[in-house]
């Protein structure tokens, strides 16, 4: 399962641009971080997490990111849509960095540590692979598509 996404077929879907991903999830991050900000500790750094998660399988399996972008999550081998549990499997890479969030200053530094590299490696991903799934991708069975314009 982890490892299969580079031989199954992309299932006549063109890759969805890396870029347009890295900005959808740059407006994720940053609905992340305004919860983070605003609210008072520790009811926006939970929230924060708790939208990391779920964001995907919610609002029309569309984070506010990937619905300004016109992306979808589906599962890769039906096409039927994300789910909450699909969407907390896929952002797990992400939500783990996140989490350290909770635990001040040490936890700062860890999310720091742990966040840069996963991202890193999310947009390796993104990039080299066929298909453009990142690991939560592959960990979940989903890819990522446009929506069909109206």
Request: charged fraction near 15%; proline fraction near 3%; charge should be positive.
């Amino acid at each position: 399962m982890f490892l299969a996404l580079e031989q199954r077929s992309s299932s006549q879907v063109a890759k969805v641009s890396t870029t347009v991903r890295c900005l959808a999830k740059g407006i994720d991050l940053c609905v992340i971080f305004f919860l983070s900000i605003i609210l008072p500790y520790p009811i926006g750094v939970l929230l924060g997490f708790i939208y990391t998660l779920i964001h995907d399988g919610v609002w029309a399996n569309q984070s506010l990111g990937k619905r300004l972008f016109r992306l979808k999550v589906v599962d890769a081998r039906t096409g039927a849509v994300c789910g909450i549990r699909e969407s907390m499997i896929r952002n797990a890479p992400l939500g783990v960095a996140t989490f350290f969030g909770i635990i001040p200053f040490w936890g700062w530094i860890l999310l720091v540590l742990l966040g840069i590299p996963m991202v890193a490696l999310e947009v390796y991903l993104m990039w080299t692979q066929s298909g453009g799934g990142r690991l939560g991708d592959i960990m979940a069975d989903t890819k990522v598509v446009e929506v069909a314009k109206k």
